[in-house]
């Protein structure tokens, strides 16, 4: 059977990332209908902490060195930490639907710190779809908060600051560990920290939560905290972070779906507009976006070998 192409491979893995992340927002409505938001935010690093442990002994995974150490803990903070806790935190407000709204700034954030990190240089149109995607959340916001911004869009907004740079960081670090080396060494230094206010947010009669709370849990921990960052990162390192970061546009539709289906959450024609809209402003600022530097959208064999390999 001939070998797929990398470009068809990266593809692969970026949508099945996107189909893993699409999930999320749900499944956490589900979890903390009866769990402790603080307990579901960290709680699902600690399960995710617990497979990448248990995948770095068995590959005998080389140790990270120097800095990579550091831009670990910047992913860690991104990813592990900042968007569960806000994005959690958020969905005891606001509905799925609506987050997945606001959430669908995320491809945009990812390619801005994908500029920043990878010294790419956006232009104009770049910016002017930015801020438009921008006022189009801060109006459908605005409109559905009754005048005023909810809590939960802040957390949102703040979520997607943090995964945005945790995705970008990720990519390039993947470049140097591995995708699923680079996720399960961020998990491992993450959950020493985690444990405590875990135990503390921990229900204290576990048969009493009900089989729904603990299956959007199970999800988050095993899925969106590691599944799919194992092939999401490998994605964006075997295709770069614009190119394969776009696939993130579907995603607020799939959120939406199913927020509708596994939640019975009513999705208004806002909602509905509030989505095209933004994700046409990101498309517009993916594809004049910037001129990527060699680092970004290439890879050289060494790198792509290393990336590829689970």
């Known amino acids: 059977?001939?070998?797929?192409?990398?470009?068809?491979?990266?593809?692969?893995?970026?949508?099945?990332?996107?189909?893993g992340f699409s999930l999320t927002l749900p499944a956490t409505r589900l979890a903390v209908a009866e769990l402790d938001p603080t307990f579901v935010a960290l709680g699902r690093a600690i399960v995710a902490a617990v497979l990448a442990g248990i995948a770095l002994a068995l590959a005998r995974a080389p140790r990270p060195f120097g800095m990579q150490w550091l831009r670990l803990t910047g992913v860690a903070i991104g990813v592990v930490i900042g968007f569960p806790v806000l994005s959690t935190w958020a969905m005891t407000t606001v509905p799925a639907a609506h987050g997945a709204v606001v959430v669908g700034l995320l491809p945009l954030a990812t390619a801005l710190?994908?500029?920043?990190?990878?010294?790419?240089?956006?232009?104009?149109?770049?910016?002017?779809?930015?801020l438009a995607g921008g006022i189009t959340i801060a109006i459908f916001s605005l409109s559905s908060g009754s005048g005023s911004f909810h809590t939960?869009?802040?957390?949102?907004?703040?979520?997607v600051i943090a995964a945005g740079f945790g995705y970008a960081e990720g990519?390039?670090?993947?470049?140097?560990?591995?995708?699923w080396q680079t996720i399960s060494w961020a998990l491992v230094i993450s959950a020493p920290l985690l444990i405590y206010p875990v135990v503390k947010t921990m229900?204290?009669?576990?048969?009493?939560?009900?089989?729904?709370?603990?299956?959007?849990?199970?999800?988050?921990?095993v899925v969106s905290m590691f599944l799919a960052f194992v092939v999401w990162y490998k994605g964006l390192a075997l295709g770069g972070i614009a190119h394969i970061g776009q696939l993130q546009l579907l995603q607020p539709f799939l959120?939406?779906?199913?927020?509708?289906?596994?939640?019975?959450?009513?999705?208004?024609?806002?909602?509905?507009?509030?989505?095209?809209?933004?994700?046409?402003c990101v498309l517009i600022g993916r594809r004049a976006g910037a001129t990527p530097i060699k680092a970004i959208n290439s890879i050289d064999q060494h790198d792509a070998a290393q990336a590829a390999h689970l």
Request: hydrophobic share 55%; aromatic share 12%; glycine share 12%.
């Open 203 to 221: 229900p204290q009669d576990i048969a009493a939560v009900g089989w729904q709370s603990w299956c959007g849990f199970s999800y988050v921990g």
């Open 1 to 19: 059977m001939k070998k797929l192409s990398p470009h068809w491979q990266s593809t692969i893995f970026g949508m099945l990332g996107v189909l």
């Open 113 to 130: 710190f994908g500029a920043w990190l990878g010294g790419e240089r956006p232009r104009p149109l770049f910016w002017a779809s930015t």
């Open 255 to 280: 959120t939406i779906a199913a927020a509708a289906m596994l939640l019975h959450e009513q999705v208004s024609w806002l909602e509905v507009l509030a989505a095209l809209i933004v994700i046409a």
């Open 152 to 159: 939960g869009d802040l957390l949102l907004l703040g979520a």
């Open 171 to 179: 990519a390039r670090l993947s470049r140097e560990l591995g995708a």
